[in-house]
Structure formats: C-alpha cells, structure tokens
C-alpha cells in the first residue's frame, strides 16, 4: 500500500509537471540584425546570436564605432549614402502576428582608435511600418540613453519595415536592429490602445543607486522586451536620497508588463527640507505621452497602512489623490504600477509627488511614452504597381523607393504624389511625375493597377515599346504626357474614352490612325499634340490615312501575301521542272534520228520489192507461153 502511494504520488508529480510544461507559455520571437555583418555573431556577456545583415535594400557595410557602453559590442554598421536615395529600409518577413519591441541602434563610421568622427554625427529620421517614430538630435552620441530609439508596435501582416530618411545632414548609420515580441497587451493605457497605436518610449528610469542596465541584466522576464532602464540617483538640488533593499518584491514581474523585481529594490525618497519629490524632462510639444510610475514600499521607517499618503500632480494637474503604497498592494515590499495618459501642450513634463502623510514621498521607477498614431499605408495593390514599374523602367537609386509610397508623410517617394482615399481608408497614388529622369525600360501593363491616377508624365526619357491598351482603364486619367520617347505601335482605341484634358504623345515612333474618340476630344477644349510620329494620320495637322487599315488587317494581307508568294515559288518551280524534262526527252530522240531513218527506208524497199515482184510473177504466169517461145 505504502509502495503504491509512492508510486500515485510519483505519476501525479510527473502529470503536473507535464501539464505546466504544456500550459506553459512559449519563449518570445526574437530577431537580431548585426548591420554590415557576413556571419552570425555572439556578443558578451550573454552570449546574444545576432544574425548576420540581411533584409536591407541597399547602403555599404562598413566597420563601426560604438559611441556609448549601451551599444552592443558589434563591430561593423550599414550606411546609407545620399547617392542611393533619400528613403532605405530592412524588409523583415515571416514575423509571427503579435506585438512587438523594435529597437534600432546607431552608430558612426570606423573605429574610435583609427577614425573617430564624434564631431560629424549624421542626423536622419527612422520610421516603423510606415511611421516616423524618431528623429535624431545633434549630440546623440553622447548621451547613452540617445543612441538608440525604441518602439512598441503590433506586427500583423508578416513582416517588419524600418526605414531610415535621409534629411540632409550625413548619411544613416546603423549598427543593429531588435524585434523583441512582448505580450499582447503590454502597456495598455486604455480605449484609444490598440493596433492603430504606436508607444515609442522617450525615457525609462531607474530610481536610486545602481547601474543602467538592460532587463537581461536585471534577470528579467524574456517577455518584457529586454528593456533598458537608465538609473537616477538623485532628481538634483538635495532633494532626495537614495534608498535600497534586498527583500523580495511582491506582483513585480507578472504579465502583461513583466517588470523586474530588481526595479523596485531601489528607490528616491524626499527629505524634511525638500518634502516633495519632482522630477522634470524635456519633451517635443505638443504630443500625447502615457507616463507609468513604479512604487513599492520599501523604506523600513513605514511600517504599515496610513504612514506615508502622497499626491501626483503632472504639469501641475493632480492625477492620483492619496497614493497610500501599502494600502493599496496590500502589504509593503509589494509592486504598485500607476499609468496616465496626458497631452502635453508644452516642452516640459513635470512630476511631483506631494506628501499628505509622514512628511515624505517615495518613487522606484518612472517609465514616459509618446503616443503615436499609426499612419495608414498605401493600397497594397499599388505599392505592388510601382515595384512593378520600378523594375520595368529601371529606376535609379537615387529614387529611393523603399518602404511605403506615401507614408510617413514627411518621405514619400520622388515622383510619386499620394492621395488618401476615404473608401478604403488607405493612401492612393493619385499622380506620376518622373519627367526627364534618363529613365529606360518599358510601361508595364501593371501601370492599369494604379486605378487612382489622374495625372502621369513620363516625358523626355527613353521609354520603347507599345503603350498598354490597359491604360485606358484608368477612368479617372486627365493628364497623359509620353511626349519625347520611343513609343511604337499604335495609339490604343481605349485612350478614346477617357476625359483627358491633356495628351501629349509627340516625338515618338507611333504609326497608324487616331483614333476617331480622341479627335472629338479635340472640340471639346481638349489639348492633344500627336506631331514628330511620322506613321500617325487621321486628323488635321497630320497626313490623310486613305483607306486605313486596322493592325490586325495589315498582318492579315501581310499573311496572304506570304502565301500567295510562296504559291508562286511553288508553281514556278514545277513548271520548270516540267519543262526540263520535255527538253531532255527531245534531246534524247535528236541523237538517235539517222539510225530510225535507215531502218524506215530499208523496210520500204523491201515492200516496195515485195510488191514488184509479185505483180511480175503474176504476169509471167498469165504470159508464161509466149515467153517460151
């Protein structure tokens, strides 16, 4: 009995086991990027693979220089020269669904020994799917907690884009890129959170002694992300002082946040002669920020519920009345989180803590984030459409067609004018503007998939081939100019419905007639110019065309006449051989002739004689007496 209670417990202990490894959560999706790097890398002291540079669509990998101990130990970068345009991005897919930590860090060009560069940081602004979440400031690489941005954002379609925009002053350098999935829920502020949101974080700050440090560092949950807490050890002025312990925290790492316990083992309190706690930062105006604050009590001079109560006020508003730690966890050494969501109309953001009770106020950590509402994108379709003609008219470089045409707003793409259609609640391309660009190539038939143009000039270029007969299903086109190409064929009859206003097909190769809708266009105000197309007819101003032929005509007589000739060939072939055959037989009888008229003469002689003879015979007999006698 005792053997088989052992036995139970034992089967039991292994099926809980079992069941918390089955119901256990998985690890997080992970992906590093070591810019400019050709093999995977293991950087100290947590042994972090980073995967070798992929995913990038241009820029020149180079080696790097790490402006702060923050950086990952890496050694090499990607830099994106002016030369290869305004907008480059890494274009990550197969990123599982979820909610993401996208980190990128910067860098400057060559080692710190060789080639320092501190004075010539370059300045560029980073956008995640389509958003502009950062722009770098001057002096960023001096300052530990500036030499990377940080963002929160939901992933949904299968990949990641991170673009980089060049604003004139030096060219993007990037050393690495983090996407760091988290809960789905982390850091929900309230109904306006959600997949249109995007958190970019402005600051994290450890309060009391200690070291910056990453949440790897702080043997923290995977799931928080990883993040980087600056420490704090004083708000300055005397105001405070620096407390600590080493008893365990209480409800600090649990989802959806997963904060590490060690955050709230340090802390600021204030003094008797600065009673309150404040604490102040710049900011950009203007702008929504969700603000956290992290409490735990951990000064040993509070013992219990009612010793320490304290009001937070933000920018002068008080947003939290009586904050009593231990009556609200509960219990001291207990984790408190507090979030609000406010705007900002000014470049400050002030926090003080007020005290109420026992003289003095207390914080662990403070955490700040700037709202950001996600851009919408661009129809997929015809970001597809312009990759497609991308290709086929080879653009240059310099274009810079990377990313999303139309978002952020501030870097679309050259060329290409955007239009947000409330139906779909998408941008659209609503105009093409790539004139005297030395573009060659092709238009491709996907150009038709650009359904919202009104306005395309492809002027003065090197454009050959036909122009798409699909054109024309671009209903709301009123402005075609393919003047100065090489344009051949004819000029598709599905041109003839459109309400253009303007069409120029001058100075190319086209032939055949006009056709007949495009010409009454004409005495509707239209402006159409067709010269220097020396095959084209149909209209004043151009040759009369007779009896025109349609293309399909022309290679139908064309085809007959091919037939035709050959018939010819044909014929004349088997006449002459027939012919031949006649002379060589007449040949043949002239040389046997003499030898036919002897054999004839002799044959007559002989009948002649034949018959000589038998009438002398006869008369012989008839006279035979007298010739006796």
Same mark, same amino acid.
């Given at each position: 009995m005792f053997r088989f209670l052992l036995l139970l417990q034992s089967w039991l202990l292994m099926f809980c086991l079992s069941l918390f490894t089955c119901l256990a959560k998985p690890a997080p999706w992970v992906m590093r990027i070591?810019?400019?790097?050709?093999?995977?890398?293991?950087?100290?002291?947590?042994?972090t693979l980073w995967y070798k540079d992929f995913a990038y669509t241009g820029g020149i990998p180079t080696n790097a220089t790490l402006p702060?101990?923050?950086?990952?130990?890496?050694?090499?970068?990607?830099?994106?020269?002016?030369?290869?345009?305004?907008?480059?991005?890494?274009?990550?897919?197969r990123v599982p669904k979820g909610h993401y930590s996208v980190r990128v860090f910067f860098a400057l060009v060559g080692h710190r020994d060789t080639n320092p560069n501190f004075d010539n940081e370059p300045l560029f602004d980073i956008s995640v799917e389509g958003t502009q979440i950062y722009s770098l400031q001057s002096g960023w690489s001096s300052h530990d907690d500036q030499v990377f941005t940080e963002a929160q954002v939901f992933l949904t379609d299968g990949t990641a884009s991170i673009c980089f925009h060049s604003t004139g002053h030096g060219d993007p350098t990037i050393l690495s890129i983090e996407i760091l999935q988290v809960d789905d829920r982390a850091y929900y502020f309230g109904p306006e959170w959600g997949q249109g949101i995007i958190l970019r974080t402005v600051g994290r700050y450890s309060c009391g002694n200690g070291k910056s440090k990453f949440g790897v560092d702080y043997s923290g949950d995977k799931w928080g992300g990883d993040r980087f807490w600056s420490h704090?050890?004083?708000?300055?002025?005397?105001?405070?002082?620096?407390?600590?312990?080493?008893?365990?925290?209480?409800?600090?790492?649990?989802?959806?946040?997963?904060?590490?316990?060690?955050l709230y083992q340090t802390a600021l309190v204030s003094t008797d002669a600065q009673p309150d706690l404040t604490y102040t930062m710049d900011l950009d105006p203007n702008r929504n920020y969700s603000i956290w604050l992290h409490f735990a009590e951990i000064d040993v001079k509070v013992t219990g519920v009612g010793?320490?109560?304290?009001?937070?006020l933000i920018n002068g508003d008080t947003k939290f009345k009586e904050v009593d730690i231990a009556k609200m966890t509960g219990d001291r050494y207990t984790a408190l989180v507090l979030n609000t969501t406010l705007f900002v109309d000014?470049?400050?953001?002030?926090?003080?803590?007020?005290?109420?009770?026992?003289?003095?106020?207390?914080?662990?950590?403070?955490?700040?984030?700037?709202?950001?509402?996600?851009?919408?994108?661009t129809i997929l379709e015809e970001v597809r459409a312009l990759q497609t003609l991308k290709s086929a008219l080879?653009?240059?470089?310099?274009?810079?067609?990377?990313?999303?045409?139309?978002?952020?707003?501030?870097?679309?793409?050259?060329?290409?004018?955007?239009?947000?259609?409330?139906? @779909?609640? &998408?941008?659209? $391309?609503?105009?093409?503007? =790539?004139?005297?660009?030395? *573009?060659?190539?092709?238009?491709?038939?996907?150009i038709s998939r650009l359904r919202h143009l009104q306005n395309i000039n492809l002027s003065g270029n090197s454009i050959h081939g036909i122009i798409p007969s699909n054109i024309g299903s671009i209903t709301g086109l009123e402005v075609l100019d393919l003047s100065y190409n090489f344009f051949n064929g004819s000029i598709p009859e599905s041109l003839g419905p459109l309400a253009l206003r303007k069409l120029n097909l001058n100075g190319n190769s086209l032939s055949g007639r006009v056709p007949a809708a495009l010409g009454g266009r004409l005495l509707h105000g239209a402006s159409f110019n067709f010269t220097d197309n020396a095959g084209l007819c149909g209209i004043p101003g151009l040759r009369a065309c007779g009896?025109?032929?349609?293309? @399909?005509? &022309?290679?139908? $007589?064309?085809?007959?006449? =091919?037939?035709?000739?050959? *018939?010819?060939v044909t014929c004349s072939m088997c006449w002459w051989k027939r012919r031949q055959n006649i002379l060589r037989a007449q040949h043949i009888a002239a040389r046997g002739a003499p030898y036919a008229k002897a054999r004839t003469h002799v044959g007559n002689d002989i009948q002649m004689g034949r018959h000589y003879n038998h009438g002398h015979a006869r008369t012989a007999a008839e006279n035979g007496p007298s010739l006796l006698s």
């Open positions: 070591s810019c400019g790097a050709r093999v995977n890398v293991h950087t100290a002291p947590t042994n702060s101990y923050v950086s990952p130990p890496l050694k090499t970068l990607r830099y994106f020269p002016l030369s290869e345009g305004l907008n480059n991005c890494y274009n990550i897919k704090m050890i004083t708000f300055g002025q005397n105001s405070d002082k620096a407390i600590s312990t080493e008893n365990s925290i209480k409800q600090a790492s649990k989802a959806p946040n997963f904060y590490p316990e060690a010793k320490r109560v304290f009001d937070i000014g470049r400050t953001l002030t926090i003080s803590l007020h005290p109420k009770e026992g003289n003095h106020a207390i914080i662990n950590a403070i955490e700040v984030f700037e709202v950001i509402a996600s851009e919408s994108k080879a653009l240059p470089l310099r274009f810079g067609w990377n990313g999303d045409p139309c978002v952020p707003q501030q870097h679309p793409w050259t060329g290409a004018d955007c239009l947000f259609d409330r139906t @779909s609640s &998408k941008w659209a $391309i609503d105009g093409l503007g =790539l004139d005297n660009q030395g *573009l060659r190539g092709f238009l491709p038939n996907d009896h025109h032929l349609s293309a @399909s005509a &022309k290679i139908g $007589i064309a085809f007959g006449a =091919l037939v035709a000739l050959l *018939l010819m």
